[in-house]
């Protein structure tokens, strides 16, 4: 069964990470040790806390930019 995220159904393509985001996920992590999988976790919570914010931020911006846009084309002023 095959699953896709939002973003594949939208633009019918694996998404392209960022090299920072890509960098931060790219290492293996040893399961079988609990510590490092703990500390493993704790830097990519603490990465995702300081990087969701601006991510959610750009989408608004990419919102709002599509929504004027939108009532542009359907004013017929464009």
């Known amino acids: 069964m095959a699953s896709y995220n939002p973003y594949q159904l939208l ?5 392209i990470l960022p090299s920072s985001i890509r960098e931060k ?3 293996v992590v040893d399961l079988d040790d609990p510590n490092i999988w703990a500390e493993c976790l704790q830097e990519r919570a603490q990465f ?4 969701m914010p601006m991510a ?10 599509d929504t004027l ?3 542009r084309i359907r004013s017929g002023a464009y």
């Open 11 to 15: 633009y019918g393509r694996e998404p």
């Open 25 to 27: 996920l790219a290492p």
């Open 48 to 51: 995702f806390q300081r990087a």
């Open 56 to 65: 959610m931020e750009n989408l608004s911006i990419a919102q709002h930019c």
């Open 69 to 71: 846009r939108y009532a």
